[in-house]
């Protein structure tokens, strides 16, 4: 097995859908978002639930308008299990100035996609795992044949303790970490915290909390877990303003609470927000979530957080330097730009 990679060679290059950008050309950036979650094959078997056309249309034109409020990047973070399709996000990437950046990894929550489920170690044909081998093509070779290279690895942990399943793809995510010190992602389950169960898995494969960002453990409402989880040193993800379960201002003032205990450098605040889900109807998502868009952040919560205090500079390492620093492995302060709000 490979020696673990240290990211001690940080580079100045992000890939992102259109191709290669400068970490400088980053700016303002929405570190857990999504464009399409869906079924492909669910869809391709009842076409008249969507239209694709009409979904990138209507996802280009909702990230200009954020771009029109200063957001410059988006982190897409869909990826197998979820409908991660690079051909419908670069026909949205054509339409818009924001930067996509996407992802590679699964989502898988009940169990492996019978595809590998059988193959791998200690399955019915025992193998190495072919997860590892796709996932570091994505980041080393591009996406689907496309020029986008994955730049972050992602799994789901919901459960309080490790099933099969879950051990097998940390085993693998974290393989895949160890060949290219891509940073991971884990979509963590704030509501039955599980996020330090997340991290001792990881580190059991030598995976460093620094290289970890801890999807949605912002909105962890017991605040003793929280400062434990940040005592981590992982990054917390700040990213679900706009859904519900959690009221913005317990997701304000956890940001702030965390902010005022050091752990800033930590933070990446986003939304979460996909253009198209289809987990429910237009209508119903429309009346829950009428603030879960991309422009959330800057027209609420941005001065939201001004008025809790909040400084300029402070909101530059939030939206700019965290994510550059995640993506690249830089510990520089260069400033990007100006924040709206």
Same mark, same amino acid.
């Given at each position: 097995?490979?020696?673990?990679?240290? /990211?001690?060679?940080?580079?100045?290059? &992000? *890939?992102?859908?259109?191709?290669?950008?400068?970490?400088?050309?980053?700016?303002?950036?929405?570190?857990?978002?999504?464009?399409?979650?869906?079924?492909?094959?669910?869809? %391709?078997?009842?076409?008249?639930?969507?239209?694709?056309?009409?979904?990138?249309?209507?996802?280009?034109?909702?990230?200009? /308008?954020?771009?029109?409020?200063?957001?410059?990047?988006?982190?897409?973070?869909?990826?197998?299990?979820?409908?991660?399709?690079?051909?419908?996000?670069?026909?949205?990437?054509?339409?818009?100035?924001?930067?996509?950046?996407?992802?590679?990894?699964?989502?898988?929550?009940?169990?492996?996609?019978? &595809?590998?489920?059988?193959?791998?170690?200690?399955?019915?044909?025992?193998?190495?795992?072919?997860?590892?081998?796709?996932?570091?093509?994505?980041?080393?070779?591009? &996406?689907?044949?496309?020029?986008?290279?994955?730049?972050?690895?992602?799994?789901?942990?919901?459960?309080?303790?490790?099933?099969?399943?879950?051990? /097998?793809?940390?085993?693998?995510?974290?393989?895949?970490?160890? /060949?290219?010190?891509?940073?991971?992602?884990?979509?963590?389950?704030?509501?039955?915290?599980?996020?330090?169960?997340?991290?001792?898995?990881?580190?059991?494969?030598?995976?460093?909390?620094?290289?970890?960002?801890?999807?949605?453990?912002?909105?962890?409402?017991?605040?003793?877990?929280?400062?434990?989880?940040?005592?981590?040193?992982?990054?917390?993800?700040?990213?679900?303003?706009?859904?519900?379960?959690? #009221?913005?201002?317990?997701?304000?003032?956890?940001?702030?609470?965390?902010?005022?205990?050091?752990?800033?450098? +930590?933070?990446?605040?986003?939304?979460?927000?996909? *253009?198209? &889900?289809?987990?429910?109807?237009?209508?119903? %998502? +429309?009346?829950?979530?009428?603030?879960? *868009?991309?422009?959330?952040? #800057?027209?609420?919560?941005?001065?939201?957080?001004?008025?809790?205090?909040?400084?300029?500079?402070?909101?530059?390492?939030?939206?700019?330097?965290?994510? %550059?620093?995640?993506?690249?492995?830089?510990?520089?302060?260069?400033?990007?730009?100006?924040?709206?709000?």
């Amino acid at each position: 097995m490979p020696a673990h990679h240290s /990211r001690t060679a940080p580079s100045n290059r &992000i *890939s992102t859908v259109r191709g290669e950008i400068s970490a400088d050309a980053l700016g303002m950036t929405l570190a857990h978002e999504h464009l399409f979650v869906w079924n492909p094959e669910f869809h %391709r078997n009842h076409p008249t639930l969507w239209e694709p056309s009409v979904g990138v249309e209507r996802a280009a034109q909702e990230l200009e /308008r954020a771009y029109e409020l200063g957001i410059r990047t988006i982190v897409d973070l869909t990826v197998l299990g979820q409908g991660r399709d690079p051909q419908l996000i670069a026909q949205v990437a054509e339409k818009t100035r924001v930067n996509i950046i996407l992802a590679t990894g699964i989502y898988a929550l009940e169990g492996l996609p019978q &595809i590998v489920r059988y193959r791998g170690p200690g399955e019915i044909l025992d193998m190495p795992d072919p997860l590892v081998d796709l996932m570091e093509s994505d980041i080393r070779d591009g &996406i689907a044949g496309t020029r986008a290279k994955a730049a972050l690895l992602k799994f789901a942990c919901e459960h309080q303790e490790a099933d099969p399943t879950l051990r /097998r793809v940390v085993a693998a995510i974290a393989e895949v970490h160890s /060949r290219t010190g891509v940073p991971v992602v884990v979509h963590t389950d704030p509501v039955r915290p599980n996020a330090l169960l997340a991290l001792d898995l990881l580190a059991k494969h030598g995976v460093d909390p620094g290289d970890v960002v801890l999807a949605h453990a912002g909105d962890i409402t017991d605040a003793g877990y929280l400062r434990e989880v940040a005592g981590s040193g992982a990054y917390i993800g700040c990213d679900r303003f706009g859904m519900v379960m959690v #009221p913005e201002g317990q997701r304000i003032s956890n940001v702030t609470d965390l902010v005022g205990r050091g752990h800033l450098r +930590q933070l990446l605040l986003s939304h979460d927000c996909a *253009s198209f &889900i289809d987990h429910f109807p237009e209508d119903v %998502r +429309q009346a829950m979530m009428p603030d879960w *868009s991309y422009d959330h952040l #800057p027209l609420r919560v941005i001065p939201a957080l001004r008025r809790e205090g909040l400084n300029n500079g402070q909101l530059t390492t939030l939206f700019e330097e965290n994510p %550059r620093r995640l993506l690249t492995g830089r510990t520089d302060t260069a400033q990007g730009a100006t924040h709206a709000g």
